[in-house]
């Protein structure tokens, strides 16, 4: 079975400073790791994914991801964070068993950012 | 289509109601997934399919949740007899293969918020 836990029901960060979102999962098999982002009212929105190759992940608006296999992490950073950047913020892990490819999500973070 | 699209995008039952969502897959995607958000943020599998097929219903409350996908009509979750606790956004993703790989990424709709009051 796997799990994510997200640290931080809410990140507060300054426009322009460093955001850093946390995700640790567990997970018995190599996962695949996923962030998405959600704006108010609206579906979700795939922001990048880790599937096994290099472990630095760029994805759209400026975001990336590091996968720690030693830490089991996957946390998401932006070096400069924008007012659009607010939004809640979930983390997800996908394992392959016998007919099982569902996502599993951690409890979302969400992110203000401040003028 | 080359999106998700789901229908209604509000639904307002009273306990006891039927409810029924439906979802309609991006054009070539094999594989279709329910998720429930309760309290704006708690993700819950409900259930996936492969083309008609039942893949993984492991998440479903099998007493009042039922879901179906048939050829040539968009997929649906009915719910028997609502409950308060019902009451969640319920998204539909869509992807092109479950197997490993850029195809099985999963696209979300924009969600169906049911009320039950």
């Known amino acids: 079975a796997q799990s994510v836990t997200q640290l931080g029901s809410h990140v507060s960060v300054s426009e322009g400073a460093l955001v850093l979102l946390r995700c640790n999962y567990s997970s018995s098999v190599p996962p695949y790791l996923f962030w998405y982002v959600q704006y108010p009212n609206q579906g979700l929105q795939l922001l990048l994914k880790y599937t096994s190759a290099a472990t630095l992940v760029k994805g759209i608006n400026g975001f990336e991801a590091e996968f720690k296999k030693s830490e089991t992490s996957f946390h998401l950073t932006k070096p400069s964070a924008h007012m659009s950047d607010a939004a809640e913020y979930f983390c997800a892990v996908r394992t392959f068993g016998a007919g099982s490819y569902q996502l599993t999500f951690g409890k979302g973070t969400k992110l203000s950012v401040i003028p | 289509g080359e999106e998700v699209a789901q229908t209604p995008k509000h639904l307002v039952r009273g306990e006891g109601q039927k409810a029924k969502l439906y979802c309609a897959p991006i054009?070539?995607?094999?594989?279709v997934f329910w998720y429930q958000q309760v309290l704006k943020n708690e993700f819950k599998f409900l259930i996936s399919f492969q083309n008609e097929n039942v893949f993984d219903e492991t998440g479903m409350p099998k007493e009042r949740f039922s879901a179906k996908c048939l050829p040539n009509s968009p997929c649906s979750l009915e719910i028997q007899a609502t409950k308060l606790e019902d009451s969640a956004v319920y998204f539909c993703a869509s992807s092109q293969s479950a197997s490993g790989g850029a195809r099985d990424e999963q696209f979300f709709g924009p969600g169906t918020r049911l009320t039950v009051l």
């Open positions: 054009k070539g995607h094999s594989y």
